[in-house]
T-cell receptor, first 114, second 118 residues
Framework: QKEVEQNSGPLSVPEGAIASLNCTYSDRGSQSFFWYRQYSGKSPELIMSIYSNGDKEDGRFTAQLNKASQYVSLLIRDSQPSDSATYLC??????????????FGKGTHLIIQP | EAGVAQSPRYKIIEKRQSVAFWCNPI?????LYWYQQILGQGPKLLIQFQNNGVVDDSQLPKDRFSAERLKGVDSTLKIQPAKLEDSAVYLC????????????????FGEGSRLTVL
């Protein structure tokens, strides 16, 4: 049974600070890793994907992957109130980064305090 | 480009009644998924289709849930009879062909169908 673990929060961060979200997964065969953002009452939307060890940066977002530790994280720099949402970590084991049906964590509820 | 369409957006039924949800994926997306998201939890995969064939339905409660994707495009998810614990948002998602050269693994979600079972 594939498992993806996240701290449900809420995680409260002051505006302008760095928000750090963490995720661990159980399946060592996991190949692809994703962070989705979900606003209350809305559907998830992809904000970052990462496939190899190390860091991947996109604007204010940085995803970090450590396959040996089975750990993936998301950093949000210069946090804005509009970043307040639930962040879902998702993984799959399909080779080549394909989507064989993502396994999601429960999500971390992030609150950015003005 | 049109997104994933779902209907109805909201449905309230009594336990033991039946309900059906419809999904139209993004044009050209061969893979379609149904997820169940209970309040406060992450989405849970119910079933995955590749064109009109089932790839994974290991977490689908087959005694009450059924899904089909005729002609490899639209899909319908049915619950009969519904239980109180089926109250959730049912998310449909689509992606480019599973394992295909252009597949990035990104899923595109519809707005969801919120089911309340009384």
């Amino acid at each position: 049974q594939k498992e993806v673990e996240q701290n449900s929060g809420p995680l409260s961060v002051p505006e302008g600070a760095i928000a750090s979200l963490n995720c661990t997964y159980s399946d060592r065969g996991s190949q692809s890793f994703f962070w989705y953002r979900q606003y209350s009452g809305k559907s998830p939307e992809l904000i970052m994907s990462i496939y190899s060890n190390g860091d991947k940066e996109d604007g204010r977002f940085t995803a970090q992957l450590n396959k040996a530790s089975q750990y993936v994280s998301l950093l949000i720099r210069d946090s804005q109130p509009s970043d307040s949402a639930t962040y879902l970590c998702a993984v799959n084991t399909s080779p080549g980064g394909g989507a064989d049906g993502l396994t999601f964590g429960k999500g971390t509820h992030l609150i950015i305090q003005p | 480009e049109a997104g994933v369409a779902q209907s109805p957006r909201y449905k309230i039924i009594e336990k033991r009644q039946s309900v059906a949800f419809w999904c139209n994926p993004i044009s050209g997306h061969a893979t379609l998924y149904w997820y169940q998201q209970i309040l406060g939890q992450g989405p849970k995969l119910l079933i995955q289709f590749q064109n009109n064939g089932v790839v994974d339905d290991s977490q689908l409660p087959k005694d009450r849930f059924s899904a089909e994707r005729l002609k490899g495009v639209d899909s319908t998810l049915k619950i009969q009879p519904a239980k109180l614990e089926d109250s959730a948002v049912y998310l449909c998602a689509s992606s480019l062909e599973w394992g295909g050269a252009e597949s990035t693994g990104e899923l595109f979600f519809g707005e969801g169908s919120r089911l309340t079972v009384l």
